[in-house]
């Protein structure tokens, strides 16, 4: 059976959450209500562009969908890339609703994006783009109804572009949107948060599984914010990351890269390519280097069956969102190898939003050592209700952890009474 790669978001998402409610024995109404949307708004946007010495209108497509706020507001990222489409940010969305209620915070889910390259943009056309998206988005945001955050291709100044756009009509709410510039009522350590918290992840199944972390030979497919901060974070925790790569290829080399020297190149130059720390490689024979610990921190898709086979880890960690098709995760686990699912292992990025969300409404600035702290004890609590539940039901860390979400998520659908 050959996988639809390119499209595969929403059948993965539909796949791993039947595997759940099939160990809940939940009937079809309540499987309706867990899957269904609560909204999904598109939009179109047009922009004026520079296209050699004349300007042309180019229309974009934007999208938010907010799948489930049972249990709070809907919460999710805004992502600019080429292949943003309706089915993705769907499967997308849900998926922030399975991962708020994993690592229990007061929010539901939500995923947004602009199918657009912002790489042909310049600056101005990037914000005014941005500036017209939240515009025709505005009736569906809010402090207490959807609060954005930064995705694939968003940043810091994406979010305040978004801050400064919603607050022209809505008075000062800098608690509108998370992931802001610090001097905006952003959260100290939240730029650094997901990849920090894919190493404490690792950190904790690798105890589990009677392995050190000092010494591991770590490969990380993706450098941007999240691969990058796991990176320096394993490393300054005694790891050896041996691979890492972005979008132009890879380096390998068997002693160790240096990550501090690699990330310093890359935020001065925008990528790795130049960067001479190891061996070039593909981002293919990246896949395939063998290691103890195997982060796929890129985009959906990247681990599948014609990749599968020639992954060598022990242990995957899921830095980025659905990395792994669901008919390679079959066969991974088949041959014994260890998933942490993306739900599970880049939750420290959207705990650390609800704690900036948090703080921008108590007008009331929190110190870094509590936000790490604070994250690491959701992420340790939602580890060991998801290792438990594993081991008491006989079923692999990805089903347990959608178990987990969906009863929580059910739970207050049903006390709410809708």
């Known amino acids: 059976m050959k996988e639809k790669i390119g499209c595969c978001c929403y059948d993965n998402q539909t796949i791993f959450l039947d595997q759940a409610i099939k160990q809940l024995n939940l009937n079809a109404d309540q499987k309706q209500l867990l899957l269904q949307s609560f909204r999904e708004v598109s939009v179109q946007i047009p922009l004026k562009v520079e296209h050699g010495d004349k300007e042309i209108i180019r229309t974009f497509t934007g999208y938010r969908v907010q799948h489930n706020h049972a249990r709070g507001p809907f919460k999710g990222g805004l992502r600019f890339h080429p292949n943003v489409q309706i089915d993705e940010i769907r499967a997308l ?7 708020t209620a ?70 000062n709410v800098p608690g509108i949107v998370t992931g802001k510039p610090l001097e905006l009522g952003g959260l100290k350590g939240r730029l650094e948060a997901t990849g920090y918290g894919v190493a404490y992840i690792t950190s904790l199944a690798l105890e589990q599984m009677n392995m050190a972390l000092k010494g591991a030979k770590i490969v990380i497919q993706g450098f941007g914010n999240v691969g990058s901060y796991a990176a320096l974070r394993l490393q300054a925790m005694g790891a050896h990351i041996v691979g890492i790569s972005d979008k132009d290829g890879g380096l390998f080399h068997p002693q160790g890269i240096d990550i501090v020297a690699a990330a310093k190149f890359a935020q001065e130059t925008g990528g790795l390519k130049g960067f001479f720390g190891g061996e070039k490689i593909s981002n293919e024979k990246l896949l395939a280097l ?17 990749t599968e086979e020639k992954v060598q880890a022990q242990l995957i960690v ?14 991974l686990r088949k041959r014994g190898i260890i998933i ?5 292992a880049n939750a420290g990025g959207v705990i650390a939003s609800y704690f ?25 609590r939602a ?5 438990s539940l594993a081991k008491q039901a006989d079923v692999d860390l990805r089903t347990a952890a959608y178990q987990v979400s969906v009863s929580r998520v059910l739970r207050a659908i049903e006390l709410r009474g809708f």
């Open 290 to 306: 063998p290691c103890d610990v195997l982060i796929p921190a890129a985009l959906e898709g990247t681990i599948n069956c014609d």
């Open 383 to 387: 580890y060991e209700k998801t290792s």
């Open 102 to 171: 994993l690592v229990d915070i007061p929010f539901g889910g939500a995923k947004g994006g602009i199918s657009v390259d912002p790489s042909t943009l310049s600056q101005q056309e990037l914000e005014t783009l941005t500036r017209r998206f939240v515009q025709k988005m505005e009736p569906v945001l809010g402090v207490n109804e959807d609060i954005p955050a930064p995705d694939v291709n968003t940043n810091p100044q994406v979010m305040a572009w978004i801050f400064d756009e919603y607050s022209k009509t809505n008075g």
């Open 356 to 380: 900036e969300w948090v703080q921008n409404i108590q007008r009331f600035d929190w110190e870094r050592n509590v936000v790490q702290t604070r994250m690491e004890e959701h992420l340790a």
């Open 340 to 344: 942490i699912p993306d739900i599970l």
């Open 93 to 99: 969305a849900q998926l922030m609703t399975w991962k």
């Open 318 to 331: 899921e830095a980025a969102n659905m990395p792994i098709t669901h008919m390679a995760d079959e066969k």
